[in-house]
């Protein structure tokens, strides 16, 4: 992801390095200004994710969103591409502009997290209606024991979890731009390295201290703050990989070796054993869980070779695909919390619709309701933009509402919680109850007797259990004690 020939000066203008001597036309135009290219490829991050997270997998839309079992998955590509993006908007910039800009950003999803948690535990409290995951009300002493655990980043629910590594990552990062700003790259470069290399030597187990993330903090590291070095040193890496011979060959060989993997990985790796259970570990079916935790170097490698794979894609055929996708790519990638906060909107929307089928579904039924999902989305996105420019054109009181609207709304989705557990409708209970009691005993006699049957796995009946809210050392307690 190297090959990009422009980059931001102190006064905001971005000159573009000597063009290459022929391009093709439908290759990138280097203008200097944004990078669309970035836009639409988190755009298809954030749109692959939404895919998957959504389920019904059979559709055809997942065909192109690796099904969260490829050798990359959407949320590697994005944590690598918001790294880089951070990293090249802030070089030629002062620290403090650069830095200031960044903790505002960090602000922002730090409060979308505690938003989408608070908010979306209230409606559990309230309905009945089905969300991500079950909410653990019970464990408790009261709404405000775990409103402490929510503001700490030390639970969360219906997906924002997967925000809290983002939050901590942007964290970090204000002390690495002012790092890379005077000059001492190696030290971020060696910090990434050491803690990556730290959590190789722990086996997966470290990384997470205490936050309730999606993802372990340490293996992934590299992809981030990886995309920050490099993209803060963007205009430096462009002229060393320009002097670099054969540089059209490596690049068609990177793409030939990703689309070889590619085919290997979708046949099983029945061809090269191996080197499946090299990258993928021993059990070939489940790359994205170990990468999660653990992220071997080969793993890291092959995540690399295909973000690069992309990155040559797009630029080699960027007119062809912004007329083809960049209507719906380009709008998702420019508001990437949003898009993100509202695919978590959009799938309780669909699961508690009265009409919906389940999972029991053929391929082109499943992919029109993945298409009304992602338009659902989609339109959401593009309300934002009205609502947006109807803040900017107005005055103070406009200008004011879009500063401290953020805020406002937590501080309501927290009243409402507050109200919300006082006198509970909904299927999560009351604060305070024992943690993860199940309402209906038989349910879980029911996955037990599955289990000795052979129907179920033990590794599937704990994810059941807890899908449903039992904490986890229950969940194994309870099938580990039935099966003994």
Not at 137 to 154: H, I, K, M, S
Request: glycine fraction near 12%.
């Amino acid at each position: 992801m190297a090959d990009i020939r422009t980059a931001p000066t102190a006064g905001g203008a971005e000159p573009s390095a000597p063009p290459e001597r022929s391009r093709s036309s439908w290759r990138y135009p280097d203008d200097g200004g944004r990078d669309r290219r970035l836009d639409l490829l988190r755009g298809y991050a954030l749109a692959a994710m939404s895919v998957n997270h959504f389920g019904l997998s059979q559709s055809y839309v997942h065909s192109v969103s690796g099904r969260s079992s490829f050798l990359i998955s959407a949320a590697e590509a994005f944590l690598f591409i918001s790294g880089f993006t951070l990293g090249f908007i802030s070089f030629g910039r002062s620290v403090d502009t650069s830095t200031g800009r960044l903790r505002q950003r960090t602000w922002t999803v730090y409060l979308a997290t505690i938003g989408i948690t608070v908010g979306f535990g209230s409606v559990a409290l309230l309905t009945h209606l089905e969300l991500w995951g079950g909410f653990e009300a019970g464990g408790y002493d009261g709404v405000w024991q775990w409103l402490l655990d929510v503001v700490t980043l030390r639970t969360a629910f219906n997906g924002a979890d997967i925000l809290i590594t983002y939050v901590l990552y942007l964290g970090v990062a204000v002390a690495a731009i002012r790092l890379l700003a005077t000059g001492r790259t190696r030290v971020v470069v060696a910090a990434t390295a050491g803690l990556y290399a730290l959590s190789l030597l722990g086996g997966g187990d470290e990384g997470t201290f205490g936050f309730a993330s999606f993802r372990a903090l340490l293996p992934n590291a590299p992809l981030f703050f990886g995309g920050l070095v490099l993209g803060y040193h963007r205009a430096d890496v462009a002229r060393l990989w320009r002097r670099v011979p054969w540089r059209g060959a490596i690049d068609v060989a990177v793409v030939v070796a990703a689309v070889v993997l590619g085919v290997i990985h979708a046949g099983g790796w029945t061809v090269w054993t191996s080197l499946g259970e090299a990258i993928n570990g021993p059990d070939l079916t489940e790359p994205l869980g170990r990468r999660e935790f653990q992220m071997p170097l080969l793993a890291l490698a092959v995540v690399g070779l295909y973000l690069r794979a992309l990155w040559i894609v797009v630029d080699s055929l960027w007119v062809p695909l912004r007329r083809a996708l960049g209507w719906l790519l380009l709008p998702l990638g420019e508001a990437s919390l949003f898009t993100f906060t509202m695919h978590l909107v959009a799938i309780p929307i669909m699961f508690n619709l009265p009409f919906w089928p389940e999972e029991d579904l053929g391929r082109p039924a499943a992919t029109v309701w993945v298409v009304a999902y992602l338009v659902l989305i989609w339109v959401a996105v593009l309300g934002r933009q009205v609502v947006l420019r109807w803040l900017r054109s107005g005055g103070p009181r406009r200008a004011a509402l879009r500063r401290h609207g953020p805020i406002g709304a937590v501080s309501a989705l927290v009243a409402v919680a507050l109200v919300a557990s006082i006198s509970p409708s909904g299927a999560a209970g009351t604060f305070g109850s024992e943690a993860g009691e199940f309402e209906d005993g038989g349910e879980v006699e029911e996955i037990i007797e599955l289990v000795e049957e052979g129907e179920l796995s033990v590794e599937e009946a704990i994810e059941i259990l807890e899908e449903e809210g039992v904490p986890p050392a229950e969940a194994v307690e309870l099938v580990e004690g039935a099966t003994e």
